[in-house]
Structures are given as C-alpha cells and as structure tokens.
C-alpha cells in the first residue's frame, strides 16, 4: 500500500536555496488548484484492463497522456522512496521526498480531472524498469534525470493540443514544477554546474525542449508494462 513518506531532515546539509526550490514548487501545486484531487489515493492497485485502453480524443486524450506519464514518475518516486539507496544523505532523502510527493499529488490530480470531466482515466498502470538498480545512486539519478526530462518536453509538445484554457493554465504551473524536478535532479548529478539549463534541454529559442506524444511515448515506452493506444495521435 503506497504511503506518503515523511523524512527528517534533522542534520541535513541541503542548501536552503534547494529546499526551498523544491517547497516552492509544492506551494504552487495548491495555488493551482490540485487540491481538486482530494484525499490521496492510498488503496492505487493494479488491476488488468479487460482490453488495450485507448487514451482518447481531445482533451480527454492529453489528460489522459498526462496521467500516464503521472503514474509512471509516482510509481518510480514510490519505489526509490520506500527503499532509499545506500549511503543516501539526509539532504538527498528530503529532495526524493518533496519530488514524491509533487508526483503523488500530479497522479491523483489527472485522474480527479479526468472523472470530473465525466472520462474514464486509464486504468491503473504497470511498470517495469529494466537494467535500474534502486539500490544504486547513479543508477537513480539517472532514471530520475530521464523522466523528468521526458516529462517537461512531453507537457511542452502537448500543450498546444489543449483547446479547455483552465486545463492549459494548470498544466503550465505542472511542468513549471517538473522542471523544477528536472533541474535539482540535475545539480544532484553536478552540483554547481549550469547543467541545469543545459544544451540538450533548452533550445536554441531559449525556451525548454518540445517534444511530440509519438516521441516521448517512444523515448518512455519501455517503462510501460500495461499497453495503451492512442488512435488520434496515431499512438499503438
């Protein structure tokens, strides 16, 4: 049963800047308007769809492609959370912790959205991570670094697809927060280095990578155990 993780940061070295990034991030989760979502979901079990979903059309199918990708970072931040790696420091444990909870909140938010739109979200999903050891720093970091990576280009490419205002609005504070993510996994991996805003996420336009559905649903398939199509986008 998944469950949210309080860690102390008692004796922890994380810089306040960083932890405070981090808080901010959560802080504009609620100005958002997530709190729609509710009550976390405790009871999130996998359950066999009777047949391949398909995400949907319109807006429906955008949300529902947020709520993929959502499920996925959630599970990954639910694993590394449950089972820190070794030799994890206290200021580590606080940024997979904030980073978790962001995730948890996006998940059950989409799927709330979803219901209110009177959709059906996708069922609960399962992964699989491949060649990822949880027990493994770099190993962590990396895959961290990938999805949230994944996860802004994905909300940057489908955002011109949104025709509802209130849902594009929302999903811009989201991948303001993904980003977020991206950059404090980022100086994790190298502290103080300007990869933060590095070459391979920041166009030449100065504005962050872009990419279609058909290229993050290639790039993040692999994590992807249950499978899902996507007609309109020509998706499976």
């Known amino acids: 049963m998944e469950k949210q993780i309080q860690v102390s940061n008692k004796g922890a070295t994380l810089d306040t800047n960083r932890r405070n990034f981090l808080k901010l991030g959560g802080v504009g989760l609620v100005v958002a308007g997530l709190t729609l979502a509710g009550c976390r979901d405790d009871n999130y079990q996998y359950v066999e769809p009777d047949s391949i979903f398909d995400l949907g059309k319109g807006d429906v199918g955008i949300l529902n492609y947020?709520?993929?990708l959502e499920q996925l970072e959630a599970d990954f931040y639910t694993k590394v959370v449950n089972g820190f790696y070794t030799g994890i420091s206290d200021a580590e444990k606080q940024v997979f912790t904030d980073i978790?909870?962001?995730?948890?909140?996006?998940?059950d938010f989409f799927k709330a959205a979803l219901l209110a739109a009177g959709a059906t979200p996708t069922p609960k999903l399962e992964f699989k991570y491949d060649g990822v050891d949880f027990k493994s720093r770099t190993s962590i970091l990396a895959t961290a670094k990938a999805l949230e990576d994944t996860?802004?280009?994905?909300?940057?490419?489908?955002?011109?697809?949104?025709?509802n205002?209130?849902?594009?609005?929302?999903?811009?504070?989201?991948?303001?927060?993904?980003?977020?993510?991206?950059s404090a996994i980022r100086d994790l991996i190298n502290p103080g280095s300007g990869d933060f805003a590095g070459d391979d996420v920041v166009a030449a336009n100065g504005l962050d990578v872009a990419k279609e559905p058909k290229e993050i649903v290639a790039a993040a398939g692999a994590f992807f155990k249950t499978p899902f199509t996507?007609?309109?986008?020509?998706?499976g």
């Open 66 to 68: 947020a709520y993929a």
């Open 151 to 163: 996860g802004v280009a994905a909300y940057n490419g489908a955002g011109k697809y949104i025709t």
């Open 100 to 107: 978790y909870n962001h995730e948890v909140i996006h998940r």
């Open 230 to 235: 996507w007609k309109e986008q020509g998706i």
């Open 165 to 182: 205002l209130d849902y594009l609005v929302i999903a811009g504070k989201i991948v303001s927060v993904e980003a977020r993510h991206a």
